[in-house]
């Protein structure tokens, strides 16, 4: 496995203190008795600061699963798993819920309430922290941000597949986590809407120096990370450069559309 000997965050070298996540030895199974079956193998891993993370490889090399555990969805077993300085390896289902709530998610569906506008949906993430008095001035700050001032009354029905998205940006970044987890997040858009959004995500990481690791099957975006993980058969199989990435499987065709082969 090759790797970053000098990792960077926002432009400088990372320290440390800089690292938002940190895996060794991580082993993860599913299943029981003779159905037990391993689906991650030693991974080691450490995620810092101000990058975007994405991470590759083929269906059911165990992405969404490292993300899950990441993510404190799943309770890790074996190994050391540190996230935000504090390791989930043996922690209950109560303290991995404290652990949740400074994390933001971002996923393919949206995962919107239909019945509620983009400014509530917002606001129901301000309200997991106990902040109900200034929960619509953060909703409509986060909202403005990403683009969407102009749309915070609206439902969900009534916007786009990209309006949706960023709403759901909005959620996960409305309580400043220092860590953003997204699974698919372009998958449902198209080219315009795909780049919109990640080239968002990229500005806020920046801005916000938080930590995002994003799951995708996306070619088309590939360029925005600072890090490009692959995933094979549940084992880190490269953690690379993405300039070098692409300089080495890509071609890029005369209307500027890049495949990675």
């Known amino acids: 496995m090759s790797s970053l000997a000098t990792p960077s965050t926002n432009g400088r ?4 203190d800089d690292c938002s996540v940190s895996v060794r030895d991580l082993n993860y199974f599913f299943g029981r008795g003779d159905l037990r079956k391993q689906v991650l193998h030693g991974i080691n891993l450490d995620l810092y600061r101000g990058q975007i993370v994405i991470m590759t490889g083929p269906s059911g090399s165990g992405k969404t699963t490292l993300l899950t555990l990441i993510g404190a969805l799943r309770s890790a077993e074996e190994g050391s798993l540190q996230v935000l300085g504090r390791e989930l390896v043996g922690l209950g289902n109560r303290q991995l819920v404290e652990v949740r709530r400074n994390i933001g998610f971002i996923f393919q569906s949206h995962n919107l309430f239909e019945s509620l506008t983009a400014a ?17 001035q953060q909703a409509e700050g986060i909202l403005a941000k990403v683009g969407l001032a102009d749309r915070a009354d609206y439902k969900p029905a009534a916007l786009s597949g990209g309006q949706k998205q960023r709403v759901a940006i909005a959620r996960a970044l409305v309580n400043q986590p220092q860590l953003i987890l997204a699974d698919e997040p ?8 795909g780049r919109d959004v990640v080239t968002l995500m990229q500005q806020l990481a920046k801005e916000e120096n ?12 590939l360029d925005v990370a600072d890090r490009l993980i692959n995933l094979v058969d549940g084992r880190l199989e490269s953690d690379e450069n993405p300039q070098r990435f692409v300089d080495s499987h890509a071609i890029k065709a005369l209307d500027g559309t890049m495949f990675v082969l």
């Open 186 to 193: 372009t998958a449902a858009l198209d080219k315009k809407s």
């Open 120 to 136: 509530q949906n917002v606001e129901m993430a301000v309200e997991l922290t106990g902040n109900f008095r200034n929960k619509r």
């Open 13 to 16: 070298t990372a320290t440390p």
């Open 210 to 221: 938080c930590t995002i690791l994003m799951v995708t099957h996306d070619n088309r975006i």
